[in-house]
Each structure stands twice: as structure tokens, then as C-alpha cells.
């Protein structure tokens, strides 16, 4: 047989080369690459939290694991081996039911995080004082609820936290806590950097359901066919305390939790979040 010439080989060869380089590394979404061995990058793709429930009462599959959200002081769930729940409330607005449902937590002595924005400091001030004087977190929502994965530039991205941030203390006199959730979980990994070169810890949620359309809310038997199977050990429930569904069947959702046996605690001890 014919002898081939030796640039056959090398352009038959360096195609193969480039796939070996290709599986020994990945890219990171800067372009710089990492060893394949590092722990996986945020997807470049991800816009927006999502969730995938594969099993009842196991905790749900994110489009960003724990471990990848972890290096940015980001979680989305809790101790998955304690039947414990994080309740967490996103407050866009008051809509008159914000008062019975931190009657219900007080009833339960159960903590809550509400993650408000600044229409719901301006317009519901004692509200907001009320609940951080029950011990609960009040969160940053940021001011005007963009889609804060549109903002590249770290100084607008920053306004939107401090100018909430400023809104509560002087409404509070208090510190407001960094725990920060992006409206609509829209994000990027920039994001997350963001935030976290803010001192903010991002929180996600690992449970919630369609509660916030105002003018069609579920009804009760809805609103625990999703909640009810779905929970799970270490779950963040995300709530909105625009819902009336939600103001109404509070009480006897949280008395459902504790037969289930579980308890309910402060994102200040979720452990992904820095907490014991």
C-alpha cells in the first residue's frame, strides 16, 4: 500500500487531539478553561430559577445544585436529612392579607423570612416594623423588582439593593438582613457574584406553587395537593403574601407540617446559607 504523506496523518490526527483536550477539560462561562475535575459551573444558560419534583417527598432537582450555588452564598434548600422547613413569603405589595398571615406564624412560632420590595415598606410601613419586631428576617427584593439579570453593571445592580436597604432602616431604625432574592428568580452567575461581593446571601426556594395571580386564586384543596406531597426535609417554601389562599389556609397548613412531623425554623440556621 501507498505510503501517506505525513500531513495525512496530521490532519486526520489533530481533530482527535482537540476531542481528548475537549474531554479532559471544561469551559468556564468566562471562557477560561478548568479542569474537568472542578465542581461544575452555573449553566450559562440559566435566566431563571426552575424546579424538577421527580419523587414525592424528596427534595426537587434545580437547574443549579447546591454545591454549585454554595460557592456564591447562594442555596435553595436546607439540611435534607431534617425534618425541618423554612418558610419565606415574597411581598411585591400589600393586598390586605400580610397581617393574618404573620397572626398564623405567631400562633405556630414559626420564623419567616419576607422578602419585600419598596413599594411594601412605603406603603405598609407598620407591617414591616411589625414583622421584624416578631423576630422574623425581612429580606431584599430589591427596590423597583426588575429582572435583575438584565443588569451587567455592578453599581446599578448595587442601587437596587441599597436603595431598599436604606428604605428599611429608616422605616426600622434596623439593619436590614443581607439575604437577598431575585424577582421572579431571574439570574445569572454574574448575578451571584454580584451579590455576593455585596455581602448578600441569594435564596432560592425549593417549594412553591401558582399562588400569585390575584384575581384566580386556588382553592384550598389546590393549594395542598401541591404543598402537601411536595414538602420535603430541609424545604424553603416560597409563598406570596399577595394571596388570600395562601391568608386563609395558613394556620391549618403549618398544623398539616407539624403532624407530619416537622418544625420550622430561621434562614439565620439554614447551613448553605451559613447557618449551625
Same mark, same amino acid.
Given at each position: 500500500m501507498k505510503e501517506r504523506p505525513n500531513r495525512y496523518w496530521a490532519a486526520l490526527l489533530a481533530p482527535?487531539?482537540?476531542?481528548?483536550?475537549?474531554?479532559?477539560?471544561?469551559?468556564?462561562?468566562?471562557?477560561?478553561?478548568?479542569?474537568?475535575?472542578?465542581? @461544575?459551573?452555573i449553566p450559562v444558560s440559566t435566566d431563571n430559577w426552575g424546579l424538577s419534583f421527580q419523587t414525592e417527598g424528596d427534595c426537587p432537582v434545580g437547574n443549579a445544585t447546591a454545591e454549585q450555588l454554595a460557592r456564591y452564598d447562594a442555596c435553595f434548600v436546607g439540611d435534607t436529612s431534617q425534618k425541618v422547613?423554612?418558610?419565606?413569603?415574597?411581598?411585591?405589595?400589600?393586598?390586605?392579607?400580610t397581617e393574618q398571615i404573620l397572626d398564623a406564624l405567631k400562633k405556630h412560632r414559626a420564623p419567616a423570612a419576607f422578602f419585600v420590595v419598596g413599594n411594601m415598606?412605603?406603603?405598609?410601613?407598620?407591617?414591616?416594623?411589625?414583622? @421584624?419586631?416578631?423576630?422574623?428576617?425581612v429580606g431584599n427584593h430589591t427596590f423597583h423588582h426588575p429582572d435583575m439579570s438584565k443588569i451587567s453593571d455592578q453599581a446599578a445592580f448595587q442601587k437596587e439593593l441599597d436603595d431598599l436597604a436604606a428604605l428599611y432602616k429608616e422605616t426600622t431604625g434596623q439593619d436590614l438582613p443581607n439575604y437577598y432574592r431575585?424577582?421572579?428568580g431571574k439570574y445569572n452567575e454574574e448575578n451571584l457574584?454580584?451579590?455576593?461581593?455585596?455581602?448578600?446571601?441569594?435564596?432560592?426556594?425549593?417549594?412553591?406553587?401558582?399562588?400569585?395571580?390575584?384575581?384566580?386564586?386556588?382553592?384550598a384543596e389546590q393549594a395542598y395537593a401541591k404543598l402537601l406531597p411536595r414538602i420535603h426535609d430541609g424545604a424553603v417554601v416560597l409563598l406570596h403574601s399577595t394571596s388570600r389562599t395562601n391568608a386563609e389556609i395558613l394556620d391549618d397548613l403549618l398544623t398539616k407540617?407539624?403532624?407530619?412531623?416537622?418544625?420550622?425554623?430561621?434562614?439565620?440556621?439554614l447551613p448553605l446559607c451559613g447557618g449551625a
Open positions: 482527535l487531539a482537540l476531542l481528548a483536550l475537549a474531554g479532559a477539560l471544561m469551559l468556564h462561562p468566562s471562557g477560561a478553561a478548568m479542569p474537568a475535575s472542578s465542581p @461544575a459551573a422547613i423554612y418558610l419565606t413569603f415574597d411581598c411585591g405589595y400589600e393586598n390586605g392579607y415598606i412605603e406603603t405598609a410601613p407598620d407591617i414591616i416594623r411589625r414583622m @421584624a419586631e416578631e423576630g422574623h428576617i431575585p424577582p421572579q457574584r454580584q451579590a455576593k461581593a455585596l455581602g448578600y446571601k441569594t435564596v432560592f426556594w425549593s417549594l412553591a406553587y401558582v399562588d400569585w395571580y390575584v384575581d384566580n386564586q386556588p382553592s407540617w407539624e403532624d407530619m412531623g416537622y418544625t420550622f425554623a430561621s434562614l439565620d440556621e
